[in-house]
């Protein structure tokens, strides 16, 4: 079965710093990857997702992300961040009929 | 976000209590989802279902049970609730051919 390990547990910015959030997934093969976002008190939101075609995804918000086939990894970006940014994030990857999530990033953004 | 929601929002209970949690939707979609998110462990899957008449255990089903009412209801009980489900609980629906998950706002449960 697919894992998905997320090794950034805590991290901590300046507002316009740049950001990026490491995913790797278990296995190959064709694989549907998700990055979502848990805000302060509210529940999860797809920020992003990656199926077939260009590796670059662009989400929403100004993230994106590169699926990197040979490193199995699926890593988040934003070239500036925000105070609003201040969030958990959760890497996610396809499993036959289900997802399987990472244990999260929490990102912490300082004005 | 109004289509999928979750009752109770918050709940406090005592160990060996049976405790209902309640999901529905208004997607449309046939695959609903139950999960618990715990600090520093991420989402963890307890019970799935593609309609009406599947049920599938995930990665935590012990202590738990699940009820599919209707397409747009899916309702997951603790029969006799511990400590450590203390836990926030997530209910999903995916639509078929999509994977993309829709998450409800979330069951805050404490079990003393």
């Known amino acids: 079965a697919q894992s998905v390990s997320q090794h950034n547990h805590h991290v901590i910015l300046s507002e316009a710093a740049s950001l990026e959030l490491g995913c790797n997934y278990s296995?190959?093969?064709?694989?549907?990857l998700f990055w979502y976002v848990q805000y302060p008190g509210q529940h999860l939101q797809l920020l992003l997702k990656?199926?077939?075609?260009?590796?670059l995804v662009k989400g929403i918000k100004g993230f994106e992300a590169e699926f990197i086939k040979s490193k199995f990894s699926f890593n988040l970006r934003k070239p500036s961040v925000q105070w609003s940014d201040t969030a958990e994030y959760f890497c996610?990857?396809?499993?036959?009929?289900?997802?399987?999530f990472g244990t999260g990033t929490r990102l912490q953004v300082f004005p | 976000d109004a289509d999928v929601t979750q009752t109770p929002r918050n709940r406090i209970t005592k160990t060996g209590k049976r405790i209902m949690l309640e999901c529905s939707q208004t997607?449309?979609?046939?695959?609903m989802y139950w999960y618990r998110q715990d600090p520093g462990l991420g989402l963890r899957l307890i019970y799935y279902s593609f309609d009406v008449k599947d049920i599938n255990k995930g990665e935590i089903s012990d202590g738990y049970s699940v009820s599919r009412q209707a397409q747009a209801k899916f309702s997951l009980s603790l029969e006799s609730a511990i400590p450590n489900q203390t836990a926030l609980y997530f209910c999903a629906t995916s639509d078929f051919g999509t994977d993309t998950q829709y998450f409800g706002p979330g069951t805050r449960l404490t079990v003393l």
């Open positions: 990656y199926f077939s075609g260009d590796p």
């Open positions: 296995y190959g093969g064709t694989v549907n």
């Open positions: 997607k449309g979609h046939d695959r």
């Open positions: 996610a990857v396809k499993d036959t009929d289900k997802l399987i």
